[in-house]
């Protein structure tokens, strides 16, 4: 497929990235006459280069909520642009052979680099005939047991397991909910948390809730530098805190969402670079950045004993987070 690091951005705009795209906009418009003088060819060069320092400028001091605004992106690369780029020979198996199938939870077998390997993502659909059909990336109990069907067989076959997160979050309708939607959570965290087998998970777009944990317990866990990854929504911390939506840009700021904060908690391994303007400004860059990123670390994971890889998964997430024990009945006073 063809790149599109150099198409100018087609579709609904952020208000931050505007300036940047009406310059692109512009040399596009010049560029497309049949004739280009050498005092055109200069005003282009020109403008090139003042849309290269504003999207520097831009980019490199996004706000919490730009970045939220980012991972949102219309235009962003979806788990299916990713699959069709990094994974050859895709065979994706349907439903959890109990109630149905789940399509905002994309379930297959396929190879990565010539390893065998089972992937696993949210798929959240572009077109509103495929955000209906994929529940906008909500997955139902169904997918999440989808996923670990998936997950039991990886680890019958020795394969390692990659899971793209994308998603507002679990479903939270009665229909889920009368289907054991906590119960299908809960237990996928079990079963990747018992896995013999290494597992890499890559935040790609919006890591919401336990809808994204629930593919999330991984050796490696990775987020694309635009993305964000959350307990839930900046809007519905703004209503539950502030009682007031309006505020999400501040719940976005108050809750540490992006890939740097993140990082600096210990909850992620790796920052996966994006090019200039964000990952919907060139897919198949992304694409490669994400494939370096799994190469390297499966690389490091496909050695190690299933045992080994049990322990220091259980390590890793016993060290996160920080709690104070109290000095007993004394220190309460």
Known sequence: MPSRKDKVPEGPVLDFERPVVELQRRVALLKGRSRISPDLA????????????????????????????????????????????IITDFHELHGDRNFGDDSAMIAGIGFFEGTAVVLLGQQKGRKTKEKLARNLGMAKPEGYRKSMRLMSLAARFGRPVICLLDTPGAFPGIDAEERGQAEAVAKSLEVMAALPVPIISVVIGEGGSGGALAIGVADRVMMLENSVYSVITPEGCASILFRSDERKAEAAAAMKMTAPEIMRLGVIDEIIPEPPGGAHRDFDLTARNLAAAIKRNLAELMPLP?????????DKYRRMGAFVESGGRDSLS
């Not at 290269?52 to 788990?79: C, M, N």
């Not at 299933?306 to 259980?314: G, S």
């Open 42 to 85: 200069r005003e282009i060069r020109v403008i090139e280069e003042r849309a290269e320092i504003l999207q520097k400028q831009i980019f490199s001091d996004l706000t919490p909520w730009q970045k939220v605004q980012l991972a949102r992106h219309p235009g962003r690369p979806y788990t299916l642009d990713y699959l069709s780029r």
């Open 306 to 314: 299933p045992r080994q890889l049990k322990d220091q998964r259980y």
